[in-house]
């Protein structure tokens, strides 16, 4: 896979959406590795008798009720927020790739991977009809919220939406006359699956990371803001807005604002970058 | 005639269309190639002759019949049974872009077949990739590049070098020029007929190029309806078809010569779904010359001339020959 980078930024200048998506990405990973270093406060600190004050000179965006400062805290939360994402992103992308290209393959064949296939479907059928998000908060409840357990329940919720995605252009893929020129050289059901149909059915999932990883950043805050997720006192922005809720409703808006705005900007960012990557990826809108 | 390279018999292959019907693509065929021959089959769309292709190759299962590859009945075989023997029957796609993956570089392409044949040093397969480029008017040059690089008489000569790579025995052409400009086609053609003259392998050349059909192959054999109707020596069925439907066929061929107008020999209506095959000789509600019988049963494939085989109950009673007579049931042919 090349992206040829001339072709590329000519492309991107005539989409806004896209280079603010981009802009949003860039931010997010500067601020995923050097976020806790440039912050003017530590994010975990708690300043003695600072509580709950709002935006000043000295506190960009106020301090919580214990304290802390937000502003510290919303630029270091991506450390934790986009670690999860992407590591929980990449391993559903692998596992919903391999499966989905086996599924895809070897549907309506007959024999043990006919079978396989079948149990893979079905498999993503009882997974997807279990409410995704009970399903995170039990599992997190069962081993205790840590920020490994929710970095496995992410991987497993975003593996059928993978799976599905990549069996659709697999059917497609597996349809064309250069499937049959491989077998007809000799290559094995697998062989043909993985070297000649994965490759050429590569792109809905690819378009799909970025979203993914958005939507996986909105989940770990969701996961947080029921306390079921990253444990407190750590920067991440649902953990933050649900501290900040109660300050809410008694007029003292900057302490669940802040993390929220950064969260719904993140999520637009990554969705926006994930349509512009598609239209990039699929020749036919290409002009 | 040399050792037999492919025997089918009796080939049958539907398609079940929901519950109750199904598409009779391929019903009953039966023929032969000898080594180092090339056998056309010919017909319309619709006519079964790619399924026909399609079963020999396995990539399709057929429903009937049993195929003879070399003396070996192949049909029982389980697709991994029959995966050593893939290298000895090869296919060139109608489709040249298409069959290549647009993913592989030419290079890879053709070191596929080898790898997965014998699986000797990739130093010794580069070589034979080259000479396998040299051999169909390609060179070094076109290692590296993809196949949307190419043009489509190029890509279809990649597609033969892949065909060829591992010396088959029998090389089934799926419609090989149908795709590509009316320029290129006469260069493969002849690519084609000089490959087979140096190698000797054998041709199952399935086309309705009628003319293409002509400079490749010394055997045809004529399909309408999932049934073969007429095969004999290519110059003998294009001097004097016997079948009313090899005639009608050969009579929509275009020639050059404005002046050459031969008598024009046309059928009736176009060509039935091959869900709804009328019952008796399948060409009966279209022919000119039908008689009773006809429409009652289907006319064996027998040999009527010396190395001719037809089925037709008219030409059978009249030794061969298809010509209207005074009891025929309906009128002139349309001029």
């Known amino acids: ?287 | 005639m040399g050792e037999r390279a492919l025997e089918v018999d009796r080939l049958v292959k539907f398609f079940p269309l929901g519950r109750r019907r199904t598409v009779k693509a391929v019903n009953g065929v039966s023929f032969h190639i000898d080594r180092g021959e090339a056998l056309a089959l010919v017909g319309e769309s619709g006519s079964g002759k790619t399924t026909v292709g399609r079963c020999i190759l396995r990539l399709i299962e057929p429903t009937e019949g049993r195929i003879t590859f070399l003396g070996d009945d192949v049909t029982a075989m389980t697709q991994e049974q029959f995966r050593p023997w893939r290298r000895r029957i090869q296919l060139v796609f109608q489709e040249p872009y298409d069959s290549l993956n647009p993913r592989m570089r030419i290079g890879r392409i053709l070191d596929e077949p080898l790898m997965l044949a014998d699986r000797s040093t990739p130093g010794g397969r580069r070589a034979r990739v080259l000479e396998l480029l040299d051999m169909v008017g390609l060179g070094a040059a076109f290692l590296t590049l993809y196949p949307h690089q190419l043009s489509g008489g190029e890509q279809q000569r990649v597609g033969i070098a892949r065909a060829i790579a591992t010396n088959p025995d029998l090389v089934v052409l799926d419609e090989p020029t149908s795709a590509l400009d009316v320029s290129v086609r006469a260069e493969i053609l002849d690519l084609l007929t000089d490959l087979q003259q140096r190698l000797g392998f054998a041709y199952l050349f399935i086309s309705h190029d009628l003319t293409a059909v002509r400079r490749v192959c010394q055997r045809v054999a004529i399909m309408y309806l999932g049934k073969i109707v007429e095969t004999g020596p290519t110059d003998e069925i294009f001097a004097r078809p016997l079948h009313p439907y090899s005639r009608a066929l050969l009579s929509s061929v275009l020639y050059p010569d404005p002046v050459d107008q031969r008598s024009r020999f046309l059928l009736a209506g176009e060509i039935p779904s091959p869900i709804d095959v009328p019952a008796g000789c399948h060409l009966h509600p279209r022919c000119p010359w039908a008689i009773d019988d006809c429409a009652r049963d289907y006319p064996p494939l027998e040999e009527l001339l010396p190395g001719r085989r037809v089925a037709c109950f008219l030409a059978r009673r009249q030794n061969g020959i298809a010509e209207p007579r005074a009891d025929a049931r309906s009128g002139v042919p349309h001029e």
């Open chain 1, 1 to 287: 896979m090349t992206i040829p980078t001339a072709h590329f930024w000519r492309f991107a200048r005539t989409q806004p959406g896209f280079l603010f998506g981009l802009v949003v990405v860039m931010v997010t990973v500067f601020l995923a590795l050097l976020g806790p270093w440039i912050a003017p406060y530590r994010p975990e600190e708690a300043l003695p008798g600072q509580a709950v004050l709002p935006p000043n000179v000295d506190h960009w965006m106020g301090t919580d009720i214990s304290g802390m400062d937000i502003f510290s805290r919303v630029i270091a939360a991506p450390r934790i927020d986009l670690t999860i994402a992407l590591i929980s992103t990449v391993v559903a992308f692998v596992g919903g790739v391999v499966l989905g290209v086996v599924s895809g393959f070897f549907a309506g064949a007959r024999g043990l991977w006919a079978l396989v296939s079948n149990a893979i479907m079905r498999g993503a059928d009882i997974f997807q009809a279990f409410p995704l998000f009970i399903f995170a908060l039990a599992l997190v409840g069962f081993r205790g919220p840590s920020i490994q357990n929710v970095i496995v329940a992410l991987a497993f919720l975003n593996v059928p939406f993978f799976l599905r995605v990549t069996r659709g252009a697999v059917l497609h893929v597996r349809e064309r006359p250069f499937v049959d020129a491989a077998r007809c050289v000799g290559g094995s059901g697998l062989r043909i699956a993985f070297v000649h149909v994965m490759p050429n059915a590569l792109t809905p999932a690819l378009a799909n990371l970025s979203p993914t990883i958005g939507f996986s950043i909105l989940l770990t805050s969701a996961l947080s803001f029921v306390g079921a997720g990253v444990p407190i006192p750590t920067p991440e922005w649902g953990s933050m807005i649900a501290i900040g809720a109660p300050n809410m409703m008694t007029g003292q808006w900057w302490t669940a604002l802040f993390p929220g705005l950064a969260l719904g900007v993140t999520i637009l960012g990554y969705a926006l970058v994930g349509d512009g990557l598609r239209d990039y990826l699929d020749p036919t809108h290409r002009q």
